[in-house]
């Protein structure tokens, strides 16, 4: 028994010791490293969403805001006869006197670019609503255009409403 001791206490016995005790507090340690672990991973996962989350909002686009600078950009005259509202911009046709007046009017919009015509302008004849031809209202010559643009993000000082002031 003697031995032992002394066995304990050569620089090789304590390495020895150590190393053991080192092995079951790393052991003890194990689950603890495992949990830190997944949450560190949960953690960047949640921060990836986040992330994601708050770009989504920078730029969604307000359909409400952007219908109605729409309507306050385009002639009096004028008529939306389809609007499409995506990911890759916006499209709206339009039936006006003159499609020249809608696309000033869109490229006016805060925030609106890349501002394009997409197909022809075409002429069409109009009855005016409640109006028949026989009633004798003359049919009014219309523009149709269909004009693709780029709204700003919502937030941006460009979103404002036509005629605001900050």
């Known amino acids: 028994m003697a031995s032992a001791g002394i066995a304990m206490a050569t620089p090789v016995g304590l390495a020895l010791r150590t190393s053991r005790t080192t092995r079951h507090t790393i052991a003890a340690l194990a689950p603890a490293r495992a949990n830190a672990l997944t949450t560190e991973r949960e953690v960047a996962g949640m921060t990836a969403a986040m992330s994601t989350v708050e770009t989504f909002e920078q730029h969604r686009i307000s359909k409400t ?45 805060p925030g609106a670019s ?36 780029r709204p700003a993000a919502e937030g941006t000082t460009a979103r404002q409403p036509l005629g605001a002031t900050e």
């Open 65 to 109: 805001l952007l219908l109605s600078q729409l309507t306050q950009a385009l002639p009096a005259t004028a008529t939306i006869a389809a609007l499409t509202i995506d990911t890759t911009g916006t499209t709206v046709v339009v039936l006006a006197p003159r499609a020249a007046d809608v696309v000033r009017g869109i490229e006016e919009i």
């Open 114 to 149: 890349q501002v394009d015509m997409l197909g022809p302008v075409n002429r069409e004849f109009i009855t005016p609503s409640g109006a028949t031809l026989a009633g004798g209202a003359a049919p009014v010559e219309m523009e149709r255009v269909t004009v693709r643009f």
